[in-house]
Nanobody, 125 residues
Framework: QVTLMESGGGLVQGGGSLTLSCTAS????????MAWFRQAPGKEREFVAAITQNAGGPYYANFVRGRFSISRARTERKVTLQMNSLEPEDTATYYC??????????????????WGQGTQVTVSS
């Protein structure tokens, strides 16, 4: 069983930046793809960004528009999401998730094996 620990959420003014981090408790093939999703109140969980070991990428949702950057430490168990030019519409709970590289599209919530508890990001106007 893999545990994902997220950190870095908080309150920021519009136009500001935040960095989210997620560390997996261990490496398995089910952590080859590491991704971030988000869920705002009353909305479905949506894909934000993903990084793989052997399946190309990184991959980003269209709404990121060059504002976010996902990266991975050499340890392979830690992924970081740098978020710049934040907008109030980015307010949501952000979740880290992992899956194998070959278990389906990176933006499909149902394909992910492990999920973190989520970290709140609030952007004020």
């Amino acid at each position: 069983q893999v545990t994902l620990m997220e950190s870095g959420g908080g309150l920021v003014q519009g136009g500001g930046s935040l960095t989210l981090s997620c560390t997996a408790s261990q490496y398995t093939f089910s952590t080859d793809t590491m991704a971030w999703f988000r869920q705002a109140p009353g909305k479905e969980r949506e894909f934000v960004a993903a990084i793989t070991q052997n399946a190309g990428g990184p991959y980003y949702a269209n709404f990121v528009r060059g504002r976010f950057s996902i990266s991975r430490a050499r340890t392979e168990r830690k992924v970081t999401l740098q978020m710049n030019s934040l907008e109030p519409e980015d307010t949501a709970t952000y979740y880290c998730a992992t899956k194998s590289d070959y278990s389906g599209p990176v933006d499909a919530t149902s394909k992910y094996t492990y999920w973190g508890q989520g970290t709140q990001v609030t952007v004020s106007s």
